[in-house]
Every structure is written in C-alpha cells, then in structure tokens.
C-alpha cells in the first residue's frame, strides 16, 4: 500500500535525495545525539523496547538473516561485529545432509544471524555457498554480503568516494573483461549483463536509508560500531590520509624513468612489466605529482591539526555495483565501465547470492581498481563495512510472524 504522499516521496528527483544524503560529519553527531559525544548504550536506549536481544531459535528455520563473507580478512570483521555468539552458549544448528558450507551463528542487534564462509573468491564459489545455505537455513529473508570492493573515485553526482567509504548496492550489474590490462584490453559485452533491482521491501528500506534522518543515524552508528571492532581488531585501524592516494587515471604504475630503469616499462607508455606488478608506489618511483587532491581529505588533514582531532569518519554512499569474476586494476577501463554502466563501485560475488537471496551488498573501499591497488586498506576498509552493516541491521526490521506486513 502506497499513499500518495509515499509515492511522492519516493519518486522525487534523485538530485534532491543527493543533496541531502551526504551529511557532514558534525551534522551526523548533532542529528543523533544533540547533547554530547553519544554511546552505544545511548543509542540502544533511544531504541527502547523495540531493541530486545532475540532468544536462542528453535532451529535452523529461526535464522531469517545471513552473512556472506569469501576473505578471511572479512570474516574477522563480521564475527568482531556480533553480540554473542551461540556456540559459546552450547547451541548447535547442524546442517542440511550434502551442504559442505561451515556456518557462525548468533546474534547481531536484535536479530538472530548465520555467517557462512565462503571457500574463495567470485561468483561460482558464491553461488554455490548460497544454494547449500539456502538447503540448509530455508527461512532466510535477508542476505548480506559484506566485504571490501573496488571503488570509483567519483560517484555518479561526482561526491568523492575515499579508501574506507561504504558502498551498499541499490542495484548490481554485471561487467566482465577479457584482459584488464591497457596492452590488450577486451571487453566481453553479453545480453544480460544486468542483474537488476532488489526486491521491493529492500529497495523501500533503501529509499527510507536514504533520508537524512536514517543516513544521520546510521552515519553515527557505523562511527560507533568502528570503535569497537577496531578495540577488538587492532589491524583495522585507519591507515591515515597521507595513504589514501589517488593517481591520474593515465599514470600508471611501473618503472618510471629515469628513476628506475626498466627496458620493459620503457618500452612505450601503456606497456607495465609483470615486476612491477607486485610493487608499492614508492619503489616503482609513481610521483606524488600525479595524486589527485581530494577535498574531505584535505578537510581531515586540517582536522587532524586541531586540539582535539576526531576520528576520521567513512562515508555511506548508495549505488549501483558492477559483479563481475575480473579484478579490475585498469583506471580507464573502471573508468569507462563506471560511466557507461553507472557503477560506483566494484566487486566479485553479489551476483552469485542475489540469485538465491534478497540480497544488499555492503563493501568498504579498499583500493581505487587501478593499476596502484595494494592491499594496505584491506583490513580496514573490511571493518568499515562490518561496521556499516551492524548499523543497517539496526533499521532492519524483521516481518512480523503473526500478523504480517499488514
Ligand atoms: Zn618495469
Ligand atoms: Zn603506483
């Protein structure tokens, strides 16, 4: 049922939504606690009634929320994010006869979770940990697969997104590439490359997340949960601004000359040896004349030489995300497939879940998907989106068994 008044709300033009939904961070402290620093136990307070923690289910078909982890790196993230674990009570849930996935129950919030781990990387596997979750927890209404990504420096409104940013998928889409690399680049283009929208419930909870008072909230909550995962998990910590670096799209990462000499690298300008492939920036010689300045770190920077620095604060941002099995390690080419498919972000296994589930993807941004990527922002751009999903299953209402939706 839509009132008219709904409809309106849903259908006003997306530029409106964009203006309003990226809150600045002393906004989000003002919108959800007006009255000083706020806490967890604040927040749990202002939920009153509605936040009781669930009691152990009965069996597996209690279990209506998942977690889809494929990195280890992720999997700690999530698990530092839950608020009991059930096997430390003795509770075991089994599993159905054939499924070979391994499962972590227990509670996140309010809402009973199973976090199953996937083998490795990519669509397959996720496909295939998503099918036996499915024969083995059959009242599953939510899954969510929660991880690191890939992210395009500028979203479609052209907001910054940085290392450690939050994308949450309203939508995915399906990219695929024969090579990534400029010297042979090679685009597969298929029919279907468009997985499509979400189911309506989430694409509604999406659209009231999107409201500057729920994006507030949530803001604040992703700031809280980051504390304490990263008390719990001391590599998640900020790799600071001085790291987040964003190179011209056409600077590449190689040999650069005369610095480093390199026969292969200096061949011609597109041409990077497989060396230099597994190299930081600074030993390659890639200038810091060649960064592109990015305002909210320039922000954080000034920030940081105040009296009482804040923690930095990562950023939510909505949009599409491009699902494919390629890594993308190619400036032009995210580039070109950020413009003409409208993704904001990148990643591997969404589109293996999102046949099985109603699904929400929800990555925190580890590198630029350029030829630079390293692995330095894995562990927290992983709490980031660990943290962020916390804060989603917070709004996350479960339907009621027995009256239904209405
Ligand atoms: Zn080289
Ligand atoms: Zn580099």
């Known amino acids: 049922m839509t009132t008219p008044a709904a409809e309106a709300r849903r259908t006003r033009p997306r530029k409106t939504i964009l203006l309003l939904r990226v809150p600045r961070p002393l906004q989000r402290q003002e919108a959800a606690s007006p009255s000083g620093p706020s ?48 096997e430390d009570e003795g509770k075991s849930y089994g599993q159905a006869p054939g499924d070979q996935n391994s499962y972590t129950t227990g509670i996140i919030g309010k809402h009973n979770v199973v976090l199953a781990y996937m ?10 940990t998503a099918a036996s979750l499915r024969s083995s927890f059959p009242q599953i209404r939510l899954a969510l697969v929660v991880g690191i990504c890939g992210g395009v420096p500028f979203g479609t409104d052209q907001e910054e997104i940085l290392l450690g940013d939050i994308i949450i998928s309203q939508a995915l889409v399906q990219y695929d590439f024969g090579r990534q690399y400029p010297e042979a680049f090679e ?14 419930k989430i694409r509604c909870f999406l659209a009231k997340l999107q409201t500057y008072r729920y994006h507030s909230r949530m803001q604040n909550d992703i700031s809280l949960h980051l504390k304490e995962l990263q008390q719990k998990l001391p590599k998640a910590k900020y790799p600071g601004t ?20 390199c026969d292969e690298c200096a061949k011609d300008e597109i041409q990077i040896c497989q060396a230099a492939r597994g190299i930081a920036c600074e030993e390659l010689g890639c200038e810091e004349k060649k960064l592109i300045i990015r305002s909210r770190l320039a922000e954080a920077q000034k920030q940081q030489q105040a009296d009482h620095p804040k923690q930095y604060e990562p950023v939510v941002h909505f949009g599409r995300m491009g699902s494919g099995d390629t890594v993308i390690k190619w400036a032009e080419g995210r580039d070109r497939i950020a413009k003409t498919k409208g993704v904001i972000a990148f990643e591997m296994e ?11 993807v929800i990555k925190g941004v580890c590198d630029y998907a350029d030829s630079h990527k390293n692995k330095q922002w894995q562990d927290y751009a992983a ?24």
């Open 187 to 200: 685009e597969k283009d298929t029919l279907e490359d468009r997985l499509g929208r979400p189911s309506q």
């Open 242 to 261: 001085e790291n987040d670096k964003l190179y011209q799209p056409l600077y590449l990462h190689k040999h650069h000359q005369p610095l480093i000499p």
């Open 350 to 360: 969404g589109a293996g879940v999102w046949e099985y589930f109603p699904s929400v």
């Open 39 to 86: 806490s967890m136990e604040q927040r749990r307070q202002q939920q009153g009634a509605s936040y009781t923690s669930p009691s152990p289910p009965r069996d597996r078909r209690g279990f209506e929320v998942a977690l889809i982890c494929a990195l280890r790196v992720e999997a700690d993230c999530v698990q530092a994010a839950f608020d009991k674990f059930w």
């Open 383 to 406: 709490a980031t989106a660990a943290a962020c999903m916390k804060a989603f299953l917070t709004e996350w209402t479960s339907e009621d068994k027995s009256t239904g939706p209405g």
């Open 119 to 128: 083998p490795n990387i990519g669509k397959v596997g996720a496909a295939g």
